[in-house]
């Protein structure tokens, strides 16, 4: 049963750190291998367009798949308190989404709200939600963090993290709802969603190497 415990704790934990690492990785290797995309300019979900648009569709999808995993070892760690229920709640919500914008794949860049394919809606809606997720997750943890005197250590880098990804995303979702031919940003829109999701791809990073090191700490203290 202990072989069994520990598998299980080490097998999900290890999904919340590949997840982040693998999602960024596949989309910067390529969107710098892709030819005619620019990173600068482009969202990441227009990798999922074209003859190797399955690469980001699978990227979105194991992505999603692993964070659903990652979920179930935070649900031991905290079964009970503050984002016990709603931060596990949301990082669900999250993974699911992730999985979904696989398949409904986006319209290319620069599509009128109009002409907009249902894929393409169901995309946006699911993107449009994700990154308003990504600060109100850390802020609940960050709650939690504060209060819990065994993860207290753990709340600083949660508020940096937290206060960037609030900033960042701010800035995205204004610069994105402005029309294309006055947007100075247009030229940076890809770099600037980029700044608003890697921070909490670092931030689920950390969090799952605070789970190792605090599951094998405990494991030792069980060994001796």
Same mark, same amino acid.
């Given at each position: 049963?202990?072989?069994?415990?520990?598998?299980?704790?080490?097998?999900? /934990?290890?999904?919340?750190? !590949?997840?982040?690492?693998?999602?960024?990785?596949?989309?910067?290797?390529?969107?710098?291998?892709?030819?005619?995309?620019?990173?600068?300019?482009?969202?990441?979900?227009?990798?999922?367009?074209?003859?190797?648009?399955? #690469?980001?569709?699978?990227?979105?999808?194991?992505?999603? +798949?692993?964070?659903? !995993?990652?979920?179930?070892?935070?649900?031991?760690?905290?079964?009970?308190? @503050?984002?016990?229920?709603?931060?596990?709640?949301?990082?669900?919500?999250?993974?699911?989404?992730?999985?979904?914008?696989?398949?409904?794949?986006?319209?290319?860049?620069?599509?009128?709200?109009?002409?907009?394919? /249902?894929?393409?809606?169901?995309?946006? *809606?699911?993107?449009?939600?994700?990154?308003?997720?990504?600060?109100?997750?850390?802020?609940?943890?960050?709650?939690?963090?504060?209060?819990?005197?065994?993860?207290?250590?753990?709340?600083?880098?949660?508020?940096?993290?937290? #206060?960037?990804? /609030? /900033?960042?995303?701010?800035?995205?979702? +204004?610069?994105? @709802?402005?029309?294309?031919?006055?947007?100075?940003?247009?030229?940076?829109?890809?770099? #600037?969603?980029?700044?608003?999701?890697?921070?909490?791809?670092?931030?689920? *990073?950390?969090?799952?190497?605070?789970?190792?090191?605090?599951?094998?700490?405990?494991?030792?203290?069980?060994?001796?």
């Amino acid at each position: 049963m202990l072989k069994l415990t520990k598998i299980f704790n080490q097998t999900t /934990i290890w999904s919340g750190i !590949i997840s982040p690492i693998l999602f960024v990785g596949i989309f910067t290797i390529e969107g710098a291998l892709r030819s005619g995309y620019s990173t600068l300019k482009m969202y990441i979900s227009a990798l999922s367009l074209g003859d190797r648009g399955w #690469i980001q569709i699978m990227n979105f999808m194991v992505f999603g +798949i692993l964070l659903l !995993i990652f979920t179930f070892r935070i649900s031991t760690e905290f079964p009970t308190g @503050k984002a016990s229920r709603g931060g596990l709640a949301l990082l669900r919500i999250l993974a699911l989404l992730f999985i979904i914008s696989g398949p409904f794949v986006m319209d290319p860049m620069g599509t009128p709200s109009l002409q907009m394919s /249902i894929h393409g809606t169901i995309h946006g *809606l699911a993107g449009g939600i994700v990154f308003l997720l990504f600060p109100i997750i850390i802020i609940i943890y960050l709650r939690r963090f504060q209060e819990d005197k065994n993860w207290r250590s753990f709340k600083w880098v949660t508020l940096i993290f937290g #206060i960037i990804e /609030i /900033i960042a995303v701010l800035f995205f979702t +204004i610069v994105s @709802k402005i029309p294309e031919e006055p947007n100075i940003f247009s030229d940076w829109l890809g770099l #600037i969603q980029r700044l608003a999701l890697i921070p909490f791809m670092i931030w689920l *990073l950390f969090f799952g190497i605070e789970l190792l090191r605090r599951n094998n700490t405990k494991a030792t203290l069980i060994t001796k």
